[in-house]
């Protein structure tokens, strides 16, 4: 309804602002007040909690250490600059300085559906909140496959890369994996 469409236009104005930015790493300090509230932990790095211009961001830092995790950086930055959808995360900006990798997305208050629907959190969604879901996240799917040129394949769809916004709303994550294959 009307919120869900101020918060998507708080995304659009930020990322319109933004797109493609790159941040230093002092202003990623400061966007993430000294990387003080940790959202997660992966493979190639950890996801912060932030704060640009009023609007919620999550900052996800590479390890130094990952080399496999700076081609993946590469790629999701090169794909998420040229892909906009609804049901797919939007990249606000990234850090390439020195041995500091970031990508600076929007936040998704409702985290991962993979947590959303394991241990004590089983109940929280209802059958048609899951279908949803389902829709959306096949939606942006869809648009990688056929609305993107050339057609991009994700490679890493699975419930830990579908993330859910404050209303629910599902966008599919995580392209460091993702491949473009030209069409002859």
Not at 18 to 35: A, D, Q
Not at 104 to 115: F, P, S, V
Not at 152 to 175: E, G, P
Request: with cysteine; net charge neutral; hydrophobic share 35%.
């Amino acid at each position: 309804g009307e919120e869900e469409r101020k918060t998507e236009n708080k995304y659009e104005a930020l990322e319109s602002k933004l797109k493609g930015r790159h941040f230093t790493y002092s202003e990623v300090l400061k966007i993430t007040n000294n990387f003080e509230k940790v959202l997660g932990k992966g493979g190639f790095g950890t996801v912060y909690h932030g704060s640009l211009d009023d609007t919620e961001v999550a900052v996800k830092m590479l390890s130094p250490s990952s080399v496999q995790g700076y081609k993946q950086f590469q790629a999701e930055v090169k794909l998420l600059l040229r892909v906009h959808h609804r049901n797919l995360t939007t990249l606000v900006g990234f850090c390439n300085e020195d041995t500091y990798m970031g990508l600076i997305y929007e936040y998704m208050a409702n985290g991962d559906l993979e947590n959303l629907l394991s241990g004590s959190n089983r109940n929280v969604l209802r059958w048609d909140m899951r279908l949803q879901i389902v829709v959306e996240a096949a939606k942006g799917l869809e648009y990688l496959h056929s609305g993107s040129k050339p057609p991009i394949v994700h490679r890493d769809v699975k419930t830990a890369n579908i993330l859910l916004n404050d209303k629910f709303q599902a966008k599919l994550a995580d392209f460091g994996l993702s491949r473009s294959f030209p069409v002859e």
